[in-house]
C-alpha cells in the first residue's frame, strides 16, 4: 500500500478524487503547507449558465500562512451564494434533485477554519458517493516528503493531467463538454454512476 499525500481541496476537481479514491494507496492529506494562492484549496470549478464559474471563499488575512491556519471571511455571505449558484447551475441536471438536501448541508457548516470547512464537505461528499475512503492529516511539512506527492498536481489554471472521458453536461449543448469540473458537477450529472466512473480515470 503506498502512502499518496494530497492538498485538501474545496470541492475537488473529478481528477482529485479519482486519485484519492485509489485502493491501492493510504491518503495523507497536506495540512501545514504554506497556503498557495489562486489554488482549489479555496476554489471550486463548476458548468454554468456561460460555461466555467469559479467559486472562491474569501479569505480572512489574519497574516497567518500555514493551511491549517488559513481562516475564511464571513463579510460577504458566501456560502449563501456559493449555494445558490450551485443550485442554478444544476437544478436541470439528471440528479441534482435526488442529492440537494445532502449538497445544501455543505453550506450550513459554521467555521472560521478552511481546513476544517473543507473537510466537512468530503465528509458530505463521500456520503453521497458511498464510499469510505480513510486518510490521515500529516504532522510536519516536508519540501520533499516521503509520499507520493501531489501537492501540485491539480492547476486551477492550466489543462488537467488526467484523462476524463466525455459524459452529458447540462449545459453540453451550448459550450460542448468541460473536462475535470468540480465533483459536484459529476454527481449531479452522473449520479450512482460517479464512483464506477471516478475509478476508471487514468493520466494522461
Known amino acids: 500500500m503506498k502512502k499518496v499525500l494530497l492538498p485538501v481541496f474545496y470541492l475537488p476537481p473529478i481528477s482529485w478524487f479519482s486519485v484519492f479514491l485509489r485502493e491501492d494507496s493510504e491518503i495523507v492529506f497536506e495540512q501545514f503547507e504554506s497556503f498557495p494562492k ?3 484549496r479555496n476554489r471550486t470549478t463548476i458548468y454554468g449558465a456561460n460555461g466555467r464559474l469559479s467559486l472562491i ?12 491556519e488559513i481562516e475564511v471571511s464571513h463579510r460577504d455571505n458566501w456560502l449563501n451564494i456559493h449555494w445558490k ?3 442554478i447551475a444544476y437544478q436541470g441536471s ?3 434533485e435526488f442529492y440537494e438536501d445532502k449538497l445544501r448541508e455543505i ?3 459554521q467555521t472560521n477554519s478552511l481546513l476544517e470547512f473543507n473537510l466537512n464537505a468530503l465528509r458530505i461528499l463521500q456520503k453521497i458517493l458511498k464510499t469510505e475512503k480513510p486518510y490521515t492529516l500529516n504532522k510536519e511539512y516536508f519540501k520533499i516528503p516521503s509520499e ?3 501537492r501540485e498536481s491539480f492547476s486551477a489554471k492550466k489543462e488537467s493531467e ?3 472521458a466525455e459524459y452529458y453536461q447540462t449545459f453540453s449543448d451550448k459550450y460542448g463538454f468541460l473536462p475535470d469540473l468540480s465533483i459536484v458537477d459529476l454527481i449531479c450529472n452522473k449520479g450512482p454512476e460517479a464512483l464506477t466512473y471516478l475509478k476508471n480515470i487514468q493520466t494522461k
Do not use: L
Open 38 to 40: 489562486q489554488t482549489y
Open 148 to 150: 507520493e506527492n501531489y
Open 85 to 87: 449558484s450551485i443550485k
Open 94 to 96: 439528471p440528479y441534482f
Open 162 to 164: 488526467f484523462d476524463t
Open 107 to 109: 453550506f450550513t457548516f
Open 57 to 68: 471563499i474569501p479569505m480572512n488575512h489574519n497574516g497567518k500562512r500555514t493551511m491549517h
